[in-house]
């Protein structure tokens, strides 16, 4: 039995076929639509000295991005450069933090104030090296951007460190699935009568074979 193309079927078609591109068009804004305000995708895509703020698509997104970076920043405190590190180095300002315990609440106004001036010059220092960064040229596409980073971590230290991080290699569940599927052989339907810890056991060496041999 053969269909004959009419007018109406080809209406009708084409009717169809708007309406799934408007579905498929509707899916995708609602689930990726909102990417570029995640820090998840709009930190490493900042870090990336291929892309840096040129693929946002808002302005107001490529300046949060920005926003998000810096206060990340500022809530490291371990992430400081050489000369604001005065409480891992022995400074004069922890030393006034320990002897300073005449008024406690005294005291804890030191600290506060001095931890509030830490998070500027830290915050200030960041602000500079982001500008500096995002002012550099575009590395090309099929540079790696690791290997940028490594020859300029000195020029931007407190950024570096936030790159190792977001340009890393993602995490993989490869490893556990292999894991499990060597459980499946072990444990088959028969030898469904292995103690839990023996089945353990195999499954260990099954895994580690390689080491051992």
């Not at 104030?113 to 960064?133: A, G, H, K």
Request: proline share 6%.
């Amino acid at each position: 039995m053969t269909s004959v193309l009419t007018s109406d079927n080809i209406d009708g078609l084409e009717s169809g076929v708007k309406a799934l591109k408007y579905d498929i068009l509707k899916s995708l804004i609602s689930r990726m639509g909102h990417l570029e305000e995640q820090p998840a995708y709009s930190l490493p895509t900042l870090l990336d000295p291929r892309f840096k703020l040129r693929c946002f698509e808002s302005e107001s997104n490529a300046n949060k991005a920005k926003d998000n970076l810096l206060l990340l920043h500022q809530r490291s405190p371990s992430i400081t450069s050489g000369s604001n590190s005065h409480i891992e180095t022995g400074d004069p300002k922890s030393k006034r933090r320990r002897v300073s315990n005449e008024n406690p609440w005294k005291a804890l106004d030191d600290i506060l104030s001095d931890d509030c001036l830490d998070i500027e010059e830290r915050t200030s220092e960041m602000e500079v090296q982001l500008s500096m960064y995002l002012k550099e040229t575009l590395l090309p596409r099929t540079e790696d951007p690791l290997l940028w980073w490594n020859k300029n971590s000195q020029r931007f230290p407190n950024m570096a460190i936030f790159a190792q991080t977001f340009l890393a290699s993602p995490p993989t569940s490869v490893p556990s699935e292999r894991v499990f599927s060597t459980a499946g052989d072990v444990v088959s339907e028969h030898r469904s009568s292995l103690l839990p810890e023996n089945a353990e056991m195999l499954i260990l060496l099954k895994c580690n074979m390689k080491f051992i041999e």
